[in-house]
Every structure is written in C-alpha cells, then in structure tokens.
C-alpha cells in the first residue's frame, strides 16, 4: 500500500513540474500461429492456434499468459500496441496447395500494426512448410505476380516495413528448423535493409508448434536482443 501511495505522489510531482513520466515501449506483433491466442489478435477475426480450450494432441497451452510475446511483456515491461498475427499466413501471397493467400499475408497485414516503438516480426515458417516458391531477388518495383514468391515478398516487406514505421525499431525472429534457402534467405534481406534478427534455437514443440516450455524458451531468446525498459 505504501508503495502504491509513493508511486502516485511521484506521479503527481512529475505533473505539478510538467516532467513527463517515461512511458514504456509499445510493441507490434506482425505473426503467424505461433504469436496468436484466442481473443489476443487484432483484428479479431484473424484466425488463432492457441485456445483457452484444452486440445492434448495440439499443445498443452491454454492461458494467454503462456505465449512468448506476454511473457516478454511482463519480463521487458514493454506495452502490447497490436498483434497482428494469423494462423496458417505466409510472407508471400501463396499459401498451402498454391492458394491466394493474399487476404492475411504478412505483406498485406504489415500495414494494421498502429503506432509502436519496437515491431516484431515472426515469420517465414508456413512457407517453408507450404513450399512456396523461393523466387529471385527483386528490391523494387514488384509485380502482383513476383509478391508470390517468397525473396520478392520478403524485400517488399522489408521495405515497406522501414518505410512505414520510421521511428519503430524492428527485429526479426528467425524459427529454427525451416528450409535452409529460407533462412539464408531471411538472413541476407535483413542484412540488406540493417534489419537485426535472431536465430531461435532448440524450441521444444507439440504438432510443430510452441508448447509451455517453447514458449517460454523463446521468450529468453528473443530477450537476449531486447533492451530493458
């Protein structure tokens, strides 16, 4: 109670002599199913892995508190601008069996992430698993029909990401175990645009997704790379 009380008076004294008390830094989400939860994605229609109902056979996470992103919050003191994350999304505007992703790709979601200080962008994973095509390196002026392709669709990210949110910081999370070409791929685009990234090692999954300890192994990775507010 008397630290409350001490907290308020503070507060009130920064106001009293026009000190603006630092604000914690926002964070935006731009992921796939790994970053979702149930009633934790904006928009809210987006669709979700995680649930509050139990499924054995998927993952053994049903609490909201259990995701990577919440624990980092809490540990960084960091402040949730928007998830943006959808289940089954591709960077590129192809999807699993050749589909037209383009709906909830990455590059078209990269737009709805509102006013944050630091974006995490955690994705490439459902390419890599959907096979979508690798494509040529292309930096500018892209075609509907390149934007299929995961290395143009990654640089337009990329790109537009840096151009968009000038004042964000952005970081990448790599997720281990995806096809060499795409990571190298991931690797060589953030190098190109000064985009840091971290390489996820070792996290223990249930049905290829994060369980408890994955999540909070990533959390402790991802960090590691995060200043402390």
Not at 97 to 104: G, L
Not at 191 to 220: S, W
Request: aromatic share 10%; net charge negative; with cysteine.
């Amino acid at each position: 109670m008397k630290k409350a009380t001490a907290t308020i008076l503070i507060a009130l004294i920064c106001v009293a002599l026009g000190i603006n008390a630092k604000e914690p830094l926002k964070i935006s989400i731009l992921g796939d199913s790994y970053s979702t939860f149930e009633g934790c994605v904006t928009p809210e229609t987006n669709a979700v892995w995680y649930f509050t109902t139990p499924k054995p056979d998927k993952t053994d996470l049903i609490d909201a508190e259990q995701t990577w992103w919440r624990i980092l919050l809490s540990d960084k003191q960091y402040q949730l601008e928007m998830n943006n994350s959808y289940s089954g999304s591709t960077i590129c505007n192809t999807g699993y069996n050749n589909t037209d992703s383009t709906p909830f790709s990455f590059i078209t979601r990269m737009n709805n992430l509102g006013n944050p200080d630091l974006i995490l962008i955690f994705g490439a994973t459902n390419d890599s698993w959907a096979n979508v095509p690798i494509g040529e390196w292309k930096w500018s002026d892209w075609t509907d029909e390149e934007l299929k392709t995961f290395r143009p669709a990654l640089a337009y990210m990329l790109e537009n990401l840096t151009k968009q949110y000038p004042t964000s910081k952005l970081l990448y999370i790599v997720n281990d175990g995806l096809k060499s070409e795409i990571t190298s791929s991931i690797v060589e685009a953030c190098g190109r645009y000064a985009v840091p990234y971290i390489q996820l090692v070792d996290i223990d999954k249930t049905a290829g997704h994060p369980n408890i300890n994955g999540m909070t192994q990533i959390a402790t990775q991802v960090a590691t790379s995060l200043p402390r507010e």
